[in-house]
Each structure stands twice: as C-alpha cells, then as structure tokens.
Nanobody, 130 residues
Framework: EVQLVESGGGLVQAGGSLRLSCVTS????????IGWIRQAPGKEREAVSS????????YYADSVKERFIILRDNAKNTVYLQMNSLKPEDTSVYYC???????????????????????WGKGIQVTVSS
C-alpha cells in the first residue's frame, strides 16, 4: 500500500537543472519528515535535503546550499527537489525516504543525520556531465 515513487532524474550537463519529484501514497506525510538521500559508488551516503511536512522546517547539506531547494505540496502528497547549477559531483542515485515523527515533527534528518527510515523509494539516477 505504501509507495514513494521518484521521477525527474536523468542526464544533464553541468550548470543545468533538474526537478525531482517524490509522489507518495498509503500514508499521511503530515506526520513525517521527507528527505532526499544520495548514494554514489565510492562515496558515503549523504542526506542532501529534508523537510518536515508538518512544520516546514528544512535542512540542506553544505554541498548543495544555495543550489538546491526542497518543496512540499501536502495536498498532492508530493515532495520536490529543485536542483540548480548542477555539478558532476552531484552524480548519484537519489532516494526519497520518510521518517515518522508524529505531531512533534522532529527528526535527526533535519540536522543531516540519517536515522532509521520507515519508508524508502527505489531511487533514481542523476548524472551530470562536464
């Protein structure tokens, strides 16, 4: 029943933009922090950005600040990651994941740490060429 479906990835030249979407179903995102986590071969897993779907608090990794923007549309059960000024080092598989918080809305994901996640998407490839 629970699904997190990523879309919008692909191949783009350095300096370009992509907009990733995470369309969810089967649970109420109002009770979760939704994050985008990337994993590339030979690199450590990195929490790129996250947003509380209850209070709107956000987190951005230093590596993507001022380039990426995370957005939510609770009515559409969807979280977006607008990726601008892309660099080759952004090449990775990007995963959408959900961390249950309840009404309080707190999660270690909002400080850049990756906790146990209740739900994961399948991941989507983003490749940035130079």
């Amino acid at each position: 029943e629970v699904q997190l479906v990523e879309s919008g990835g692909g191949l783009v030249q350095a300096g370009g933009s992509l907009r990733l979407s995470c369309v969810t179903s089967g649970f109420d995102i109002d009770d979760y922090v939704i994050g985008w986590i990337r994993q590339a071969p030979g690199k450590e897993r990195e929490a790129v950005s996250s947003i509380s779907c209850s209070n709107g608090r956000t987190y951005y990794a230093d590596s993507v600040k001022e380039r990426f923007i995370i957005l939510r549309d609770n009515a559409k059960n969807t979280v977006y990651l607008q990726m601008n000024s892309l660099k080759p080092e952004d090449t990775s598989v990007y995963y959408c994941a959900a961390d249950y918080t309840g009404p309080g809305g707190g999660s270690w994901l909002l400080s850049g740490q990756i906790p146990y996640m209740n739900y994961w998407g399948k991941g989507i490839q983003v490749t940035v060429s130079s």
